[in-house]
């Protein structure tokens, strides 16, 4: 007997367009096309369960995704008006302490070359 479903079909319809029929043989071929039946939706089910897998799968690495480029923002992402303001305000700093540095040293050193 063939595992063909449509084959399975066309000899249960023969056997039914038969001059003669035999019970047996008919019984036998539809015990076939229904285990057959069966099968076939036991893979389909199973297609169905994987299918639902690989989408679940997808969305939730999607969404992985997404929070880890948001992560990723809010780790290496500069909001740059506070940036520069803050370089302003550090190189400001830092002049004035050159400038202090420089106005301590100089009359310092100018002291200790007499």
């Known amino acids: 007997m063939s595992n063909n479903l449509i084959v399975m079909a066309g000899k249960l319809a023969d056997s039914l367009e038969a001059e003669t029929f035999d019970a047996d043989q008919f019984r036998n071929l539809m015990n076939k ?12 089910t199973e297609l169905g369960v994987r299918s639902e897998f690989l989408t679940t799968t997808k969305d939730r ?32 700093a830092y002049n004035a302490a050159l400038k202090v540095g420089t106005s301590i040293l ?9």
């Open 106 to 114: 100089s009359s310092s050193f100018i002291d200790f070359m007499r």
């Open 33 to 44: 096309f229904d285990t057959l039946g069966t099968n076939l939706t036991n893979q389909i």
């Open 61 to 92: 690495l999607e969404n992985a995704e997404i929070s880890i480029q948001e992560q990723m923002s809010s780790v290496e992402g500069v909001d740059m008006a506070e940036a520069i303001t803050n370089y302003s305000w550090d190189q400001y």
